[in-house]
């Protein structure tokens, strides 16, 4: 290490106070910066070879002792500050907080910037508003290799805390790109890639269509579903069967089904 990191202990701190601001979305938009907190998301923040502006930890939270992290950190040259358990806990919104924070200057993905695979799968959310929701769902679809989840009016912000935490961090290396429908149905026409909405009404059960090809599932709003817009700009309508009593499922349980079912029909096609 260059230098000692510069060690701030009050809560009054002004680099303190503006680190605790980020948790309102008017503050990230401001500045154009967000905080990523725990160590989890911060290693998968620094595996995107994404460069960090500062890090901060406090000894008094870090229950292990490895040191990877910091080294890592270390090697990009980001500036590294230690914080007091007072002034870290102003800083933190989990209520076990593990000792690390990052500060990094917010970014946004075009269309054309998608990378594909061989065979392009990709999810797009309609309205999302729900913070926990969006986080588990990148995670999901990181998981099964979605090549990117294409938001479309969201209603919650990207950088929202809850969403890096549910993520588990996978908000960084997944491709999200905020865009309007009308123009992410324009860009998936132009790239061959059949649309699948799914919607309560006139529907055909997904286990009976075939999604094994180049594929981009459509999920609506927590409440309200899919536009109009959407239904009728789909090239398919699927439905989960439900036999249950309940009518409708969390929309990260929807989206994981959905994708999980591609998955399937792709291994065996």
């Known amino acids: 290490m ?4 510069r060690l701030i202990k009050s809560r009054q701190n002004p680099r303190v106070k503006f680190l ?3 948790r309102k979305k008017r503050n990230r938009d401001q500045s154009g910066c967000f905080l990523i907190e725990g160590r989890k998301e911060l290693e998968s923040f620094l ?15 870090i229950e292990t002792q490895d040191e990877t992290l910091l080294k890592k950190a270390i090697e990009t040259g980001v500036e590294i500050f230690e914080l007091s358990a007072h002034a870290f806990e102003k800083c933190s919104v989990r209520e076990n907080p593990d000792g690390w924070l990052g500060l990094s200057e917010n ?10 695979s061989g065979i392009p799968l990709l999810l797009v959310l309609e309205g999302t508003e729900n913070p926990g929701n969006l986080g588990a769902i ?3 679809a990181n998981a099964c290799g979605v090549d990117a989840v294409i938001c479309n009016d969201p209603l919650v912000d990207l950088f929202n805390p809850n ?10 290396p997944t491709q999200v790109v905020i865009a309007e429908p009308r123009e992410t149905a324009e860009f998936l026409k132009q790239q061959n890639i059949q649309t699948a909405a799914t919607v309560c009404e006139n529907a055909k059960s997904i286990w009976t269509q075939n999604l094994s090809g180049a594929l981009a599932v459509i999920m609506g709003n927590e409440a309200k579903g899919l536009s109009e ?18 009518d409708s499922l969390n929309l990260s349980t929807a989206s994981s089904i959905c994708l999980y079912e591609v998955i399937r029909q792709r291994s065996i096609s």
């Open 229 to 246: 817009y959407w239904q009728k700009q789909a090239d398919i309508r699927i439905f989960i069967p439900m036999p249950g009593l309940a």
């Open 47 to 61: 595996g995107t070879r994404r460069q960090l502006k500062e890090l901060f930890y406090c000894p008094e939270f």
């Open 107 to 116: 970014w946004r993905t075009t269309l054309p910037e998608i990378k594909f």
């Open 20 to 22: 605790d601001g980020l």
């Open 138 to 140: 990148l995670r999901t």
């Open 2 to 5: 260059n230098k000692e990191p």
């Open 163 to 172: 969403v890096i935490r549910t993520s588990r961090g996978m908000v960084f």
